[in-house]
């Protein structure tokens, strides 16, 4: 028996490959199949079975591709009713795979159909437990994502119930592995692991201490911050039958420096995915940066239009990689890439815009001497500006910043950060994408600029304090 986690880091999520005498099983697989084919193929094995946790939200899943290429079933638990062929299976039914079993766990809470799967070894002991976003590394699955007719409290109730009835009742040795892990807004605050056992999770998950239904239901649904709006457009295109991926990456082509410019000119997306440091050296004017090198799928998902088509700008190479990830939220309409990248367009002369950098003791320097014609714009949640942020500074956070541009000052010279030094480049695309030219990105972030000596900053208490 064996078994792998592949856990992709930039939307917080666990799939899963298991396999048992040349025979193997994916759960929850992404649309970039090939990690999973490859697997098979150096173990010698054939893919038997994908299974589903559950209709995704916050990304779309690569069953159709892989039931393609491998001609496997697509298994789901109970309830679940999607377009496409699948094997619906019933609680408590054991599907054999090589020497082991996998049994069906039909626990419904996040969503109805969602089901955990328990492996059985080759002695039928329980062995592990997948999850999906029934149950995280200290957390549970919120209850307010697709609930058709039911109430959030109302499926936090059927949670509750499955995890007395379905997950308390297996032995502490079993190993847990859920879908996602910390970062992911499937939940409230999952922990830094991205495994665990039933025993740990027991003493440690919050979720599982709970014996009263009443005060579970409220703690689940107490304090959820809306979830990001592209959810249901996934959901929605997990149960159908969308465009495979090798179609996608297909209908994309690369673009010459005019062919590029004439499409610009039309209602398109201009998205650069460089590096954040390569961007703001300089950019073709309109465009949005979301870099690979951060949560890209989600802040993609979050931020861009899904009925407008996408042009790209990448680093040379990282073509491929762009069009897949942005795949990974149902980002399909994307019609062309820079050919030759933004060196072609500078190349040409033709206009480009930048981002000015500052280092956070130049804005010490400035709020001491010019803060009357300036305004700190943070973008960070809500959450993180309670927990600490500049005196003077306004929270307009990065998933709400386009639709809160009217209230931005324009009158000022704007300082934007974040708490790093990533999001605050997007939001500075975004602003100067609206005609808002004067404007600072602070580098570092607020991790650095709490440090800076004699900072105002107001931390939870209201108290204003002076950070040494």
């Known amino acids: ?69 491998t001609h496997a079933p697509i298994v789901y638990g ?70 058709g007719n039911l109430t959030k ?26 879908a996602h892990g910390p970062g992911s807004a499937c939940g409230k605050a999952l922990g830094k692991e991205t495994f665990s056992t039933i025993g740990n999770q027991r003493i440690n998950n919050y979720a599982l201490r709970h014996t009263s239904k009443s005060d579970f239901i409220k703690d689940v649904t107490t304090g959820l911050n809306a979830p990001p709006i592209y959810f249901p457009i996934n959901a929605k295109l997990n149960q159908q039958n969308h ?50 090198d951060g949560r890209f799928a989600e802040w993609a998902g979050t931020l861009l239009p899904y009925n407008k088509p996408i042009i790209l700008v990448t680093e040379i190479g990282k073509e491929n990689e762009s069009i897949m990830r942005l795949s990974r939220v149902g980002l399909d309409n994307v019609k062309g890439f820079l050919q030759g990248g933004f060196e072609s367009w500078k190349n040409t002369g033709k206009k480009i815009d930048m981002i000015i950098n500052i280092e956070a003791d130049e804005l010490r320097i400035d709020l001491q001497f010019d803060e009357n014609k300036m305004a700190v714009i943070d973008v960070r949640k809500p959450s993180e500006f309670e927990d600490g942020h500049i005196d003077v500074a306004e929270n307009f956070s990065l998933a709400d910043l386009e639709k809160n541009i009217a209230t931005i000052p324009d009158n000022k010279n704007l300082y934007v950060h974040c708490a790093g030094g990533y999001r605050s480049v997007i939001a500075a695309s975004i602003l100067k994408k609206h005609g808002v030219h004067q404007l600072r990105n602070v580098l570092g972030g607020y991790g650095v600029i709490a440090k800076i000596p004699d900072m105002p900053i107001t931390l939870p208490s209201d108290k204003k304090v002076q950070l040494n």
């Not at 025979?23 to 054939?46: G, H, S, V």
């Not at 089901?115 to 437990?129: H, M, R, S, W």
């Not at 936090?156 to 499955?162: I, K, P, V």
């Open 1 to 69: 028996m064996y078994v792998e986690q592949i856990y992709t880091n930039c939307i917080s999520e666990a799939s899963y490959y298991i396999e048992s005498d040349g025979q193997a099983a994916i759960i929850d697989p992404l649309r970039d199949t090939e990690k999973y084919l490859q697997l098979a193929k150096q173990r010698n094995a054939n893919i038997e079975y994908i299974f589903e946790t559950h209709f995704h939200a916050d990304f779309v899943s690569g069953h159709l591709e892989l039931a393609k290429l």
């Open 153 to 178: 409290e109302e499926l936090a109730g059927m949670l509750f119930d499955s995890l007395q009835t379905k997950i308390k009742t297996l032995p502490d040795d079993v190993t847990v592995y859920p």
């Open 243 to 292: 465009l495979l991926l090798d179609e996608v990456m297909k209908s994309v082509k690369a673009l010459s420096v005019d062919e590029f410019e004439a499409i610009a000119k039309t209602d398109v997306v201009i998205l650069d995915t460089r590096n954040t440091q390569t961007f703001v050296e300089g950019f073709i004017p309109q465009s949005i940066f979301i870099g690979l």
């Open 78 to 147: 109970p309830h679940a009713e999607p377009i496409f062929s699948i094997h619906k299976a019933i609680d408590g039914e054991e599907i054999k795979l090589g020497k082991i079993k996998i049994k069906v766990l039909h626990t419904p809470g996040h969503t109805l159909e969602s089901t955990c799967y328990l492996l059985l070894d080759e002695n039928e002991k329980p062995n592990a437990v997948f999850t999906g976003d029934t149950l995280f590394v200290g957390d549970v699955g919120r209850p307010d994502l697709f609930s």
